[in-house]
Nanobody, 125 residues
Framework: QVQLVESGGGLVQAGGSLRLSCAASGRTFSTYSMGWFRQAPGKEREFVAGVGWNTGNTYYADSVKGRFTISRDKTKNTVYLQMNSLKPEDTAVYYC??????????????????WGQGTQVTVSS
């Protein structure tokens, strides 16, 4: 079993920055990739960014390319999401997710096995 704990959310003005962290514990030895998703009120959960755990390859939703950066620290079993130039439409609960095996699309929430509890990000205009 894997436990994921997110931190770093908060309230920020448009144009500002936040850095989210997600620490993984438990049975993390078989991690294939990790990702960040977000869900705004009344909307479906959407893919934000992903990173291959061993390769370090990164993937982004078009809406965040050039503004967000995902990274991972394998020694700390932690994944980060640096968010710059934040916009009000980035407001959502952000979730960290872990994928233990190849199969399915990186952007599909159903490809992931474990989820964090979420952290609120609010961007004011």
């Amino acid at each position: 079993q894997v436990q994921l704990v997110e931190s770093g959310g908060g309230l920020v003005q448009a144009g500002g920055s936040l850095r989210l962290s997600c620490a993984a514990s438990g049975r993390t030895f078989s991690t294939y990739s990790m990702g960040w998703f977000r869900q705004a009120p009344g909307k479906e959960r959407e893919f934000v960014a992903g990173v291959g755990w061993n390769t370090g390859n990164t993937y982004y939703a078009d809406s965040v390319k050039g503004r967000f950066t995902i990274s991972r620290d394998k020694t700390k079993n932690t994944v980060y999401l640096q968010m710059n130039s934040l916009k009000p439409e980035d407001t959502a609960v952000y979730y960290c997710a872990l994928r233990s095996q190849l199969g399915g699309r990186t952007s599909n929430p159903q490809s992931y096995d474990s989820w964090g509890q979420g952290t609120q990000v609010t961007v004011s205009s």
